[in-house]
């Protein structure tokens, strides 16, 4: 058997929604994600340098820990919400969540109180709930051959983030002290405007997607959670996803720490994180392509050999800024959104049409929720051991995928 076999057949999106139909709802999609990205990217790297400032290393990953920790509780909750009310109502509220957090965090740097910037950062991350919740929404707009592409064109969303986000870090901060704030208050100023401008833009989702995306609406049924857990294509995405997650995460939320140790400002924090943002969505559309045409599981694979590449080229370079820790970086943003892509297109498919929705959101919790536990390990590795070895350590969990597939392609055919 391969791990791709017998998922159940998914319905057609109606006429309506064919070719130019879907350009309206993707576009709402696209913006929501890629506002969302704008603001989290300068919101994550600027909350973590100042955890840095306040206690240490050590616990220098918390707030993006906490950021982390409010995703995986905002797509579980939001996942119910879509069920629910529908997928614009989810997606609305993941994103108001957002804003209030910000504003919540903009107070903490504003009085000089940790505790508040760290509760705000809780808020802040529900924001990014909506927009992995958006990928899902996209692939239901199409056939499943298609579902590949349609997911990584959201995703590919988050290019515009990774370019502009961390490229806004430095002007903010400039603005901020322009109207009497610290620094550091600029990217959060910038986070209120672009998720409450995301909460309103899926507002304008059209009503042709509402037929396809909200469709019948009904509680999980008994046991359902469980069928879908034993299906091989199930576990080997949940698997590589977790994975990829903790790897990108605990490497690129101690990046900034590493580079500000090194005597590095903003501007060069800013310019890495852009180059590795790159990585993470750039080349979308290729992964679900790729996802489409070969499978997921062959693209869970690719990911697996990038982020082997990628934290083999830190252990060599890591202090070199300018040339091989930024291919470092774009490798492990690159490796992240191959699995990650790939897991996405193996649910899309595998997973029951009737309940996909609250599943989806369940798996993305699991997903960011482990990821949290990378945020917070981070520090205690980097102060331990350093750079290099927090690199190594995380690469080295990659291995975990490749016992799943080889389980799952033993298992009997029946087993899907």
Avoid: C
Avoid at 114 to 127: F, S, T, W
Avoid at 143 to 149: A, E, L, Q, S, Y
Avoid at 207 to 229: E, F, N
Avoid at 231 to 243: E, H, K, L, R
Wanted: proline share 6%; no cysteine.
């Amino acid at each position: 058997m391969t791990v791709e076999t017998s998922p159940r057949p998914h319905p057609s999106p109606p006429d309506d929604l064919q070719g130019t139909g879907r350009l309206r709802p993707m576009s709402v999609l696209f913006t929501g994600v890629a506002l969302t990205t704008v603001a989290l990217t300068g919101a994550s790297a600027v909350s973590t340098l100042i955890a840095a400032d306040a206690v240490g290393d050590r616990w220098s990953g918390t707030p993006n820990a906490l950021a982390v920790l409010g995703t995986a509780i905002a797509t579980l909750a939001l996942g119910s919400v879509m069920a629910r009310r529908g997928h614009r109502a989810g997606l609305a509220v993941g994103y108001l969540l957002a804003a209030v957090g910000a504003a919540v965090a903009l107070g903490g740097v504003l009085t000089g109180a940790l505790p508040l910037l760290l509760v705000g950062m809780i808020g802040v991350g529900a924001g990014n709930g909506s927009a992995q919740l958006a990928r899902y929404s996209a692939a239901e707009l199409y056939p499943r051959d298609r579902k590949g592409f349609a997911l990584s064109l959201i995703v590919w969303a988050g290019t515009i983030g990774g370019i502009v986000g961390p490229l806004l870090i430095s002007p903010t901060a400039h603005l901020a002290e322009r109207l009497s704030m610290p620094a550091h208050a600029g990217p959060f100023l910038l986070t209120i405007v672009a998720v409450g401008a995301a909460a309103a833009a899926s507002a304008a989702l059209p009503r042709a997607a509402h037929r396809v995306l909200d469709g019948p609406r009904r509680l999980l049924p008994r046991g359902a959670l469980r069928r879908a857990l034993r299906t091989p294509a199930v576990g080997v995405a949940i698997s590589a996803m977790v994975v990829a997650q903790l790897d990108m995460v605990a490497v690129m939320t101690m990046t900034p720490v590493h580079l500000d140790h090194h005597g590095h400002g903003l501007g060069t924090v800013g310019t890495i994180l852009t180059i590795h943002v790159m990585g993470m969505f750039a080349l979308s559309p290729l992964s679900g392509r790729l996802a489409d045409r070969y499978g997921g599981t062959a693209v869970i694979l690719a990911g697996i050999a990038v982020l082997v590449a990628a934290s083999g080229l830190v252990a060599v370079a890591p202090d070199a800024h300018t040339s091989a820790l930024p291919l470092a970086l774009f490798l492990l943003g690159y490796g992240w959104n191959l699995a990650f892509v790939g897991g996405s297109s193996l649910l899309s498919r595998h997973l029951p049409a009737d309940t996909r929705t609250q599943i989806e959101g369940m798996i993305d919790a699991l997903v960011w929720g482990s990821s949290a536990l990378a945020s917070l390990g981070s520090g205690v590795i980097l102060q331990g051991g350093g750079y290099v070895v927090l690199a190594l350590t995380a690469g080295a969990i990659v291995v975990v995928p490749l016992i799943v597939i080889a389980a799952a392609r033993a298992r009997p055919t029946d087993a899907n």
